[in-house]
C-alpha cells in the first residue's frame, strides 16, 4: 500500500515527500531514492549473521509500487545502491531491472558501491559521481560549500538522517526524516536494513519527520 505523500513547493518546484522515504520530482517526473544497500542482508548471512532473506525482495517490491503509482521517466538513486562486493542478492536487482527496461535509470555513485561499473552498465544505469539537473545538484555525500557548483541546490543521502522525539517521561523516538538546509537537502535512507543518524539543524532549515506511514513537518 502506498501511502499519500507531502506536497513541498520548493525552489519554484513541487516536490512530493514520499512516506515510502523517497522523493518524487513533480515536473522531472522523476523518483529519487537513497541509500537501499542491496546486498547488505546477502552480506551479512554470508558472515553467519541470521538475517531475513526476504528484505532485500521488499525493498525492490515497494519500489515497484512507488513506479506504479508515480510513472516516473526516471529514477535517480544517491548511491549506496549495492551495499559491497558481488553476492547472491544481485540476482533480485538484475531480475527487478528487467520487469522497467524503460525507465531510465541513474546512479550517482556511493562510498560503498565499489563494484565494477560494467555490471550497472550491463544493467543499463547510467553512472554519475555528482548530476545536475537544475536547480538541483544530485550527490550520494553531503557537499562542502567550496564543492557545491553552478549555485545548485544540492540534494543527498548518505547520512541516514533523523530527527529525535523527545517525551514527557524522557522516552527519545528517532524517525527518519527529510532534512532542508540552506544549502542542501538529506533524503533518508530507503533501505530498511539501515540506520537512523539525528541530524542537526539550525534556524531555518526544514525538517519533515516519517512518523506512521505520515509525512509530518517538525
Not at 537513497?34 to 538475517?51: P, Q, T, W
Not at 531480475?95 to 565494477?116: A, C, Q, Y
Request: proline content about 5%.
Amino acid at each position: 500500500m502506498i501511502f499519500p505523500p507531502l506536497s513541498f513547493e520548493f525552489l519554484q518546484q513541487t516536490l512530493l515527500l514520499l512516506p515510502e522515504k523517497a522523493l518524487f520530482w513533480v515536473e522531472e517526473q522523476t523518483l529519487i531514492i537513497a541509500d537501499i544497500h542491496l546486498g547488505k542482508v546477502g552480506h551479512f548471512r554470508k558472515a553467519g549473521i541470521g538475517i531475513p532473506k526476504q528484505m532485500e525482495q521488499d525493498d525492490l517490491a515497494l519500489i515497484s509500487d512507488l513506479i506504479y503509482e508515480y510513472k516516473p521517466l526516471q529514477i535517480i538513486f544517491l548511491g549506496d545502491l549495492f551495499h559491497s562486493e558481488m553476492n547472491n542478492d544481485w540476482d533480485w536487482l538484475v531480475m527487478w531491472r528487467s520487469m522497467f527496461k524503460e525507465i531510465d535509470m541513474i546512479l550517482v555513485l556511493g562510498n560503498h558501491d565499489i563494484l565494477s561499473k560494467k555490471f550497472y552498465s550491463d544493467l543499463n544505469f547510467t553512472l554519475h559521481n555528482t548530476l545536475v539537473i537544475e536547480p538541483f545538484l544530485f550527490s550520494h555525500e553531503p557537499l562542502k560549500a567550496i564543492e557545491q557548483a553552478n549555485d545548485a541546490y544540492v540534494i543527498c543521502g548518505h547520512i541516514h538522517p533523523g530527527v529525535t522525539l523527545k517525551g514527557g517521561a524522557r522516552q527519545l523516538l528517532t524517525l527518519p526524516c527529510f532534512h532542508f538546509g540552506a544549502r542542501q537537502a538529506i533524503i533518508p535512507a530507503f533501505g530498511k536494513f539501515t540506520g537512523k543518524v539525528c541530524v542537526k539543524s539550525i534556524k531555518g532549515d526544514r525538517v519533515f519527520a516519517i512518523a506512521k506511514n505520515k509525512v509530518v513537518s517538525f
